[in-house]
């Protein structure tokens, strides 16, 4: 079954690489490395029931950089063991993989059968939430969400907020459910 995963995700970076290099741009990843990470250790691959992939926000001025060692800086500081999400992007694109999937995430309560996913940004330059996310972003998030769909074809795809009508927060400052209910 592994291997079957392995073949499907370089058929999807293959395809996601070859349109973006037909658009004139350069990939952000490299599915080699992606490859070789799912190969690093039987337990980061472990399988475990998902029902929920939720997105996320940083939270964090648009206009200001916020790298992934200043948001487990951020996560430390709050008293987790590590950055909560499992997967941040960068406003480059660039995905970074931060907390094994085999791990329960600690991005919201209550999150054992739930993948957190958080994108960089979520604020205007004035602080106000809004949409932020780049091209690059855009392309990682979808890429991203197309490979765990396919693992997990039973999770909805939602955001922190649609989480719950007691969640009084913008985050991630888009409508994911409506924006990827077709993946």
Request: contains cysteine.
């Amino acid at each position: 079954k592994k291997q079957l995963w392995k073949n499907i995700l370089q058929f999807i970076v293959t395809i996601a690489t070859s349109v973006i290099s037909a658009l004139g741009e350069r990939p952000v990843w490299d599915s080699n490395l992606l490859i070789i990470y799912m190969e690093k250790t039987e337990d980061n691959y472990l399988p475990r029931e998902i029902k929920l992939l939720v997105i996320h926000c940083s939270a964090t001025r648009c206009n200001v950089p916020f790298t992934v060692e200043q948001l487990r800086q951020c996560h430390l500081q709050r008293g987790f063991k590590d950055i909560g999400y499992h997967f941040y992007i960068t406003r480059d694109g660039e995905l970074h993989h931060c907390r094994p999937i085999s791990e329960p995430g600690a991005h919201v309560e209550a999150s054992t059968a739930q993948h957190g996913i958080c994108y960089e940004g979520g604020l205007d330059e004035n602080g106000c939430p809004a949409d932020t996310r780049t091209q690059a972003q855009r392309f990682a998030l979808l890429d991203l969400l197309t490979i765990l769909r396919h693992q997990y074809p039973e999770a909805q795809i939602l955001g922190h907020y649609q989480l719950s009508a007691s969640i009084h927060k913008a985050c991630p400052c888009f409508d994911c459910r409506k924006e990827y209910m077709d993946i």
